[in-house]
């Protein structure tokens, strides 16, 4: 990690007030969107969102699921989401503090989501997360982030050194598969910028094929 805990939670809170007005690029608008679209939640899973900021996927996902928990590290981010959770009358759906590898969450879960977050995290650190995720034993896990189809390029958007840590698609994979899920879909939505969809067979179920 580029920044510390503490230090990356003041950054988001900073900025929490006018985070979605800054989130217009295209790529974004796709990566929340296929995230939302893989997660495809029913009304009995409950969905654990991690790195939830103002709550963009976590409130999109609420009305079909049955219930949606939001972790983040910055109070100023959650915030924004009760405010908005509160406002779109979405009364199941709950933010409180929480990391990758500490979720602050010990509940049933079938689905986790992830976007734009984890890249903050080194990749030995991601390895942790992903472990701990596979840990609550959810069925599928998305994750939309910054992650690198090709050599990682500064001058191009998404990636900033100074605060900024992604992994390329392979590690990702890597650990995703180290971890027990299989990897069933992989969305390349920019460069340095894509949407992996792991799934976790249950007992005597067949692994999902790759589509
Ligand atoms: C770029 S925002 C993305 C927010 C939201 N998922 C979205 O799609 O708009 C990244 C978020 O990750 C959170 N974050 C950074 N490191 C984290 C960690 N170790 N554990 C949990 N959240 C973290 C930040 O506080 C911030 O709210």
Redesign the pocket.
């Known amino acids: 990690m580029k920044k510390t805990?503490e230090e990356?939670?003041d950054r988001?809170s900073q900025i929490a007030a006018d985070y979605d007005e800054t989130?217009s690029s295209d790529e974004y608008r796709a990566c929340?969107s296929l995230v939302v679209d893989h997660a495809d939640p029913t009304p009995d899973d409950v969905v654990l969102?991690?790195?939830?900021?103002?709550g963009?996927?976590a409130l999109a996902l609420a009305p079909r699921a049955k219930r949606v928990v939001g972790?983040?590290?910055?109070e100023g981010?959650m915030e924004q989401a009760r405010k908005k959770a509160e406002k779109e009358g979405l009364d199941n759906v709950e933010f409180g503090e929480?990391?990758?590898?500490d979720p602050n969450y010990d509940g049933e879960v079938d689905i986790v989501v992830?976007?734009?977050?984890m890249h903050?995290?080194s990749d030995e650190e991601k390895r942790e997360a992903i472990q701990t995720i596979a840990d609550l034993g959810p069925r599928r896990f998305v994750l939309g982030d910054v992650m690198f189809f090709g050599e990682p390029n500064p001058d191009e958007p998404f990636y900033s050194p100074e605060v900024d840590d992604p992994a390329t698609v392979g590690m990702l994979a890597d650990a995703l598969t180290d971890a027990g899920f299989a990897l069933t879909a992989v969305e390349c939505v920019h460069e340095q910028v894509g949407v992996l969809v792991a799934e976790r067979a249950g007992d005597g179920d067949e692994v999902p094929s790759a589509e």
């Not at 969102?49 to 103002?54: A, I, P």
């Not at 992830?114 to 977050?117: G, I, L, P, R, Y």
């Open positions: 805990i990356h939670a988001f989130q929340a969102d991690l790195g939830t900021g103002t963009a996927i972790r983040d590290i910055s981010m929480g990391r990758f590898r992830s976007n734009f977050a903050h995290l």
